[in-house]
């Protein structure tokens, strides 16, 4: 049974900068997304990690985040900067297809 708990958020003003962590048990990650989810609003994908290597990213976020894996393989990071009010969201993880049972996610508010 995969299990994932991510881990990292907080209030931080706009063009602040905070680090998310997913950790994974069941699993090694070689397939990885993140994903978001605003007030009143559909999940939505932000960024993936493919092989292990490539990464891609949903374009209001090209720039200022970044995906990556720990040493550790069962790790999973996102690493925003230049946070904007809109990135206000509960974060979370999960496999592309999004086809492990969903953590409780992190919440990341955005706010002066």
């Known amino acids: 049974q995969v299990h994932l708990v991510e881990s990292g958020g907080g209030l931080v003003q706009p063009g602040g900068s905070l680090t998310l962590s997913c950790t994974a048990s069941?699993?090694?990650?070689?397939?990885m997304d993140w994903y978001r989810q605003a007030p009143g609003k559909q999940r939505e994908w932000v960024a993936s990690?493919?092989?292990?290597?490539?990464?891609d990213y949903t374009d209001s976020v090209k720039g200022r985040f970044t995906i990556s894996r720990g040493n550790a393989k069962n790790m999973l990071y996102l690493q925003m900067n230049s946070l904007k009010p809109e990135d206000t969201a509960v974060y979370y993880c999960?496999?592309?297809?999004?086809?492990?049972?969903w953590g409780q996610g992190t919440q990341v508010t955005v706010s002066s």
């Open positions: 990690l493919t092989d292990g290597v490539r990464t």
């Open positions: 999960n496999g592309p297809s999004r086809s492990y049972p």
């Open positions: 069941g699993i090694e990650i070689v397939n």
